[in-house]
């Protein structure tokens, strides 16, 4: 019997990557000569890990991928593209009441998820639309953000806001917070087209038969997802963070869908405009023209 070839792969404990990645994971297609091992990290920590080029393939922030090109290149296909949606800035009304503010104009500070996410890149954008360049952003794990601003503070320090990712987009009226900005909907706004959040990234020194097979049998894994939704979805269900079957339903699809196949020219443009205006903005150091394979 052969040897495999290793694909390491790195993505998120969400359900939108579970559910994307179900048929590699559960052996339901045909992987040939490789052997997949999944690695799943918070996507702050799988960009940190790409610097290094850990993984032979991974999911990446578009916003990290500018300082990853000459390491990675994006593959086709395992977008999450915010159609008129995306992450969200979310306030708690009894603090801003307790400190007789009103957003955005009082902001002073908001918890961002990662400094290489998307999310953040977005938020730069907006507060620089706003007239807010110089609101203080603080990092801190995802997953705590929600806890944070209910309490109005971190590590004692006053906070006002924060950027939900994954499922707190869906959830977060549970925690008597409110949205502030939808950053999905403001970028649609101001460029017409969807924004792209993540993508899956591969390794540029792999060779070019064995990434052309490995993009392959990844758009394999997304599309038995998409032909088989609810054994997908019962899969992904065990990472969805509390989410009801419907909602996480409503996730995957936000996020799972026909960009998921294919960025598509639109998706292309969408990704190529997002470099383009974080260069302008000196949010990233240099101008990077997306690379698919």
């Known amino acids: 019997m052969l040897n495999k070839t290793l694909i390491r792969v790195g993505h998120s404990p969400d359900s939108d990557d579970a559910f994307m ?91 961002i998820p990662g400094k290489l996410t998307t999310a953040t890149l977005v938020l730069k954008l907006w507060l620089e639309n706003i007239g807010k360049p110089n609101v203080r952003l603080i990092d801190v794990p995802f ?65 070019g038969p064995v990434i052309s097979d490995v993009v392959r049998l990844l758009r394999g894994s997304i599309q038995y997802a998409l032909e088989h939704r609810d054994e997908a979805l019962d899969y992904a269900l065990q990472f969805g963070r509390d989410l009801k079957r419907d909602e996480a339903d409503t996730f995957v699809g936000m996020y799972v869908n026909d960009w998921t196949l294919d960025f598509g020219d639109v998706g292309r443009l969408a990704v190529k405009e997002l470099l383009k205006r974080a260069c302008d903005a000196k949010i990233v150091p240099k101008r990077v023209v997306p690379e698919f394979v």
């Open 21 to 111: 990645f179900h048929a590699l994971t559960n052996g339901k297609i045909d992987t040939g000569n490789y052997e997949f091992r999944h690695e799943l990290c918070p996507i702050e920590s799988l960009n940190r890990r790409a610097f290094h080029g850990e993984l032979e393939l991974t999911a990446v922030s578009v916003h990290a991928y500018a300082y990853l090109n000459d390491v990675y290149a994006l593959c086709h296909c395992g977008a999450s593209m915010g159609d008129k949606y995306g992450p969200i800035v979310v306030f708690s009304p009894k603090v801003r009441k307790e400190r007789g503010k009103k957003w955005p104009g009082d902001l002073e500070t908001i918890l």
């Open 143 to 207: 997953d705590s953000v929600f806890a944070h601003v209910q309490n109005g503070s971190f590590q004692g320090e006053p906070v006002d806001a924060g950027v939900v990712i994954h499922e707190g987009q869906l959830t977060y009226q549970r925690e008597n917070l409110e949205l502030l900005v939808d950053l999905g909907v403001w970028w649609m706004e101001q460029t017409g087209l969807p924004l792209p959040l993540g993508a899956n990234a591969i390794r540029r020194d792999l060779s």
